[in-house]
Structures are given as structure tokens and as C-alpha cells.
């Protein structure tokens, strides 16, 4: 099996492994408190800090970081590239304690910016709870930065695995927290962060990781990456802007409202960081090594066939979830306090959401190609554009739909964005085997509604025994309709899927084979 596909399957497996766990953390959160107050203020306090400080700048600094590292680890040695490191490292540090300070005193109108619509009750605890996640910024930005470190050698099954650590942590802080308090969750989430950055320390020292205590501002590598951050910081930012707007319009709807979308939206982006993600974060250095060697054609096939097989894996998930939104709701939520009336509306959310997915999966893809150009000014622009149909939908949206507005307005301006994304693409490269992608989406959302009309019909027979049996056999027999009508139509990039299975087997094989030895 080549490398890449090895390493591309390693961070499936790990990423697996740690989503799940994740899931059964917001099952928990689901359990314990439901859609209400408190729901709504801890996953606020927690957005708060993930959209203001830790997504957008952790992106940033992993992406800059990376290849800086690597040009001084070529041109001056290691010893000089650690040295680097531990100066960004203490830097951050510094920088996050300035922002725990003014975050202490500007906590009411920071929860405000995010959260117009909370008042009384809500307002209050979400301002406690984030003086206390706040602590978080600098020890999640510092993760990031080993997170790079260690990637840069390959440790894909380590930074995969690094959500664990925090999972598991938040589902024993939520556990404790109904007999110690709302604010164990608060000073859990902080541990949790804690943790997940302790897990990556020593595979980092193993790997000859040295810290040292230097500061040194005028370095003309920190200034290097205080440059390439701008354009990356605004390029990366679509989804978690995005993400701001629905969750503020969200906090003017009902209580409730910012958990159901919350909920929903974990599901939606499970797939894109499960499937799309494995496929990206392997893709990306062959995009890059393509694009400096300005090898346009290859560029171009490899291009195509990485968004064919997006298409490929999200299609059928995406229609899936459009029509069992509500019996997947109610088997994985529906308990405790999550009661029927939080599935229907988590549902009709998770279903909207669902619209967009593939082209949510197909923009990551795009937006790296453009990266291995070195042309961040065009995904600057498709993220700005993003933002503002996102704005413009939510607001017509949200008057008549409420908080399902909100999900369709995000998988509107996502589609939109692709479009935006694969006009700006052909002028910059010419053309790119456009015809496949487009009847790749075809062949797939015929597959798919093939799919859609045995599984509905299947699960609408075993449903009168066992719903939580109807959805495992429909889904099992759904994958089976949807791989064979997808090869009876010769969809572009099964190929790939076929031999990456086929290696895997043979992988297999040859390591029992060394056992017995």
C-alpha cells in the first residue's frame, strides 16, 4: 500500500475511534441536560471560545507553522527549527494571557457579540462559565502547535487519537457536575484541555521535542508567520463564521433552539471530519508538491478524481440523513431530558443541514487546491462571499422556518460557495475534467435516490418491530444498493476505493503472515 493511502487510513481509523467517543460525549451532555438553559449557556460559553479564539487561530498557526518549521529544519538544522518552536510556543502563551485579561473584563459584551438574543438567566451563567473555558486559549493554541510538530514526522495515529483524552474528560465533568455544580463543567472543559495537550508531550520529546524558555519577538521567522497567518486566518474562517451567525440568530428563537442546531450540526460535521478530512489532510501535500512543481495536468487528474470521490462517500450519507433525520435523532438523543419534541426539531435541522453536505466536502477539497497554488486571496473571497449569503438566507429564513432556517441558509450558501470556488478555478488552471464532477453528482444522486427508496421502504416494515433494528438493517442494505448501483453506473473513482481495499486486505494478509513467521 502506497503512503499515502496508509496514512490516509490510519487517520480514518483514529479519527473513528475518537469521534465516537466524542459523540457519546454530547449523548451525555444530551442525557444530562437536554435543550435547556443550562444546555444552551455551556455549549454558548464553549462556542465562544472555539470560534473566537481556538478554531481560527489554532488553523492558522498549524498551517503556518508547518512549513516554516520544515524550510528551517532544511536551511539551519533542527536545533535551530526547536528553537523556533519553543519561541512561538512561549509567544502564544503571552499572547493568551493577555486575552484571558481582557476576555475577564469585557465578558458581557464578548457573550452579547455572540449571543444577542440571551438575557436574564441564560446571559448570566454564560458569562460565568466562559471567565472560567477562557483559561482554555492558550493550552489549546500550544496543542496545535505539537499537534503540527508531531504531523511533520508522520505521527498520524497520535493526533488522531488526541481528541480522547478531552472526551473523555467532558463526559466525566458533565456526570460530576450534577452533584457539584454547572460550573464543574466549566473548570472540566479546561482540564480536558489540559489533558489533550499532556498526551501529545512526550510522543513530542520522543521525537526530540526540546523546550526552552527564549523569547524573541524580532525573530524573522515569528514575523514569517505573523505575515502568512492574515490570509490563512481569514481563508479558514467561513465555517466557524458561519457557525457564529446561526447560533446568534439562534439564541433570539426559543430555549432550546442553540442545542437542537447544536446537536444537529455535531452529526453534519461528524461526516466531513470522519470521511472528507482522511481524504484532505492526506491530499494536501501531494496538492502542494504538484503546485510547486507546476505540474498543472497531473494537478488537474488528481483534482478531480479527490472531488469524485468525495461525492462519492458523501452523497449517499447526505441523502440518508435527509430521510431517517428523525429516527436517527430519536435512537441517538432521545432520553433523559432530550425529549420528543427536541428530536422533531433536531431533526428537522439535521435534515436541512444535510442538503449542504456534499458541497461542504467538495469546498474543502477546492480550498486546498488553491492553497498548493499559494493563491489565498480567491478562498478569502469565497469565504467572505460565504458569510454573506449565509447572513442573507438566515435572515429570510429564519422567519418563517425558525431555527431549520438557520441549517438551510448554511447548506444554500455552501452550495453556492462550490459554485463561486469551481468558476474561479477553471479561470485560474482551465479546464479540469468539470464533465466528471458533474456526472459524478448525477450518477451519485441517482444511486442514492435508488438507495433512498429501498431503505425508506425497508424501514418502514421492520419499524413496526424495532426502530432501532429498522435503521441498522436499512442502512446495512442501503450501503450494499448504493455500492452496486454506483458500479453498474461505472461512477468515476470507485476504482480508487476498489484497489484501496484491495491493498488493505493484501496489508493484512502479509502482517498475519509475519505473525505466523
Known amino acids: 500500500m502506497s503512503r499515502v493511502a496508509k496514512s490516509a487510513f490510519i ?14 460525549r454530547d449523548l451525555t451532555i444530551a442525557y444530562v441536560y437536554g435543550t435547556g438553559v443550562i444546555s444552551d449557556s455551556y455549549l454558548m460559553a464553549l462556542n465562544i471560545i472555539t470560534v473566537a479564539f481556538m478554531s481560527l487561530l489554532c488553523v492558522a498557526i498549524q498551517s503556518t507553522y508547518m512549513p516554516i518549521y520544515t524550510d528551517i529544519k532544511s536551511n539551519e538544522g533542527k536545533a535551530k527549527a526547536l528553537k523556533f518552536t519553543s519561541n512561538i510556543i512561549n509567544i502564544i502563551l503571552i499572547i493568551s494571557l493577555i486575552i484571558i485579561i481582557f476576555g475577564w473584563f469585557f465578558t458581557e459584551p464578548l457573550v452579547k457579540l455572540f449571543a444577542m438574543g440571551f ?10 462559565l466562559t471567565k472560567i473555558i477562557l483559561f482554555s486559549v492558550g493550552l489549546v493554541c ?9 504531523e511533520i514526522y508522520d505521527y498520524f495515529l497520535i493526533t488522531g487519537l488526541m481528541p480522547l483524552p478531552y472526551n473523555i474528560s467532558i463526559i466525566i465533568a458533565v456526570l460530576l457536575s450534577k452533584k457539584f455544580g454547572v460550573n464543574m463543567l466549566a473548570y472540566g472543559t479546561v482540564i480536558a484541555f489540559f489533558l489533550q495537550m499532556i498526551f501529545l508531550i512526550p510522543f513530542c520529546y520522543k521525537n526530540g521535542f526540546k523546550y526552552k524558555l527564549n523569547i524573541n519577538l524580532s525573530d524573522k521567522n515569528v514575523k514569517r508567520m505573523a505575515i502568512a497567518i492574515v490570509p490563512i486566518l481569514i481563508g479558514a474562517s467561513a465555517n466557524q463564521i458561519n457557525s457564529l451567525v446561526d447560533k446568534n440568530l439562534a439564541s433570539t428563537i426559543s430555549t432550546g433552539s442553540i442545542s437542537s442546531l447544536n446537536y444537529a450540526y455535531k452529526l453534519d460535521i461528524f461526516v466531513i471530519g470522519l470521511f472528507v478530512a482522511s481524504i484532505t489532510s492526506v491530499i494536501y501535500p ?3 508538491k504538484l503546485g510547486s512543481d507546476k505540474n498543472l495536468k497531473q494537478l488537474k487528474v488528481t483534482f478531480s478524481k479527490s472531488v469524485n470521490l468525495v461525492i462519492l462517500i458523501t452523497m449517499p450519507i447526505s441523502v440518508g440523513a435527509f430521510i431517517l433525520a428523525e429516527p436517527i435523532i430519536r435512537i441517538l438523543f432521545e432520553r433523559g431530558a432530550f425529549d420528543e419534541n427536541a428530536t422533531k426539531i433536531t431533526a428537522q435541522v439535521l435534515s436541512l443541514y444535510a442538503v449542504g453536505m456534499v458541497a461542504t466536502g467538495m469546498r474543502d477539497v477546492m480550498v486546498r487546491v488553491f492553497y498548493s497554488l499559494q493563491d489565498t486571496k480567491i478562498p478569502m473571497k469565497n469565504s467572505i462571499l460565504s458569510v454573506i449569503f449565509n447572513v442573507f438566507f438566515s435572515l429570510i429564513l429564519i422567519k418563517n422556518m ?9 447548506s444554500i450558501s455552501a452550495i453556492l460557495a462550490v459554485c463561486f470556488l469551481m468558476y474561479s478555478l477553471r479561470k485560474k488552471i482551465g479546464k479540469f475534467n468539470g464533465k466528471s464532477i458533474i456526472l459524478t453528482l448525477f450518477k451519485t444522486l441517482i444511486a442514492s435516490a435508488v438507495m433512498a427508496s429501498i431503505v425508506l421502504f425497508i424501514f418502514g416494515k421492520i419499524s413496526l418491530i424495532s426502530e432501532f433494528l429498522a435503521l441498522i438493517v436499512s442502512v446495512a442494505i442501503g450501503i450494499i444498493v448504493y455500492s452496486v448501483t454506483v458500479l453498474i453506473l461505472k461512477v468515476d473513482s470507485t476504482d480508487y476505493i476498489i484497489n484501496l481495499i484491495k491493498n488493505l486486505i493484501g496489508s493484512f494478509k502479509q502482517l498475519k503472515k509475519n505473525k505466523k513467521m
Not at 483514529?14 to 457519546?24: D, H, N, P, T
Not at 425558525?402 to 448554511?410: C, E, P, R
Open 142 to 150: 500550544v496543542t496545535y502547535v505539537l499537534k503540527a510538530y508531531l
Open 119 to 128: 438575557e436574564g438567566e441564560r446571559l448570566q451563567l454564560t458569562m460565568q
Open 11 to 24: 487517520l480514518f481509523i483514529a479519527s473513528m475511534i475518537s469521534k465516537v467517543i466524542g459523540f457519546l
Open 286 to 288: 501531494l496538492f502542494s
Open 402 to 410: 425558525k431555527v431549520s432556517g438557520l441549517a438551510l441558509a448554511s
